[in-house]
């Protein structure tokens, strides 16, 4: 795929991965379909198990941001190591991708937990579980939610 192709299919995963975050929330879920409509390498599987990964995991907050993760998951869907390669090494080349993904993502968005960037885009931090504490987050955050989710995936498109 020449370079001008990439780009393309880069803003139009993009721009999928904001409106399905707009429309039905779960980063990490939006990133992966956004992908695997895109360029592939995605299973339906994958996307499903990302589920749980929203809002730092559990909708704690305090692990890694969903988009964030959902874009680590990409880049190992076709880059990570299989189950029968184990004794094959470490695939320290996907490890490398992933640490640019997260060192791009910290330097984007000023931190990579959910907590992190609830703060940074509202200048506080919500109790997900609280449904009043839940939408006065989404009400806060605006689209920067949805911006984060389609940076990531534009970025991992253009690193596949």
């Keep these: 795929m020449n370079k001008i192709d990439k780009q393309q299919l880069a803003e139009q995963a993009s721009q999928q991965a904001f409106d399905d975050e707009i429309k039905y929330g779960c980063c ?17 599987e994958t996307i499903k198990a990302s589920h749980g990964l929203s809002g730092g995991g559990g909708l704690m907050g305090l692990g890694a941001c969903g988009a964030l993760t959902g874009g680590l998951l990409a880049l190992s869907a076709k880059r990570g190591r ?4 184990f004794e094959k090494g470490k695939f320290v080349g996907n490890f490398r991708l992933g640490q640019e993904l997260v060192t791009r993502f910290q330097q984007e968005f000023g931190g990579v937990t959910c907590q992190e960037l609830q703060h940074k885009f509202t200048g ?36 596949l």
């Design 28 to 44: 990490p879920q939006c990133v992966l379909k956004a992908v695997q409509s895109t360029v592939g390498y995605v299973t339906d």
């Design 82 to 85: 299989d189950h029968d390669k």
């Design 124 to 159: 506080q931090t919500y109790n997900m579980w609280d449904e009043a504490q839940y939408q006065a987050f989404s009400d806060a955050r605006g689209s920067q939610c949805a911006n984060a989710t389609a940076t990531v995936t534009k970025w991992v498109v253009e690193m």
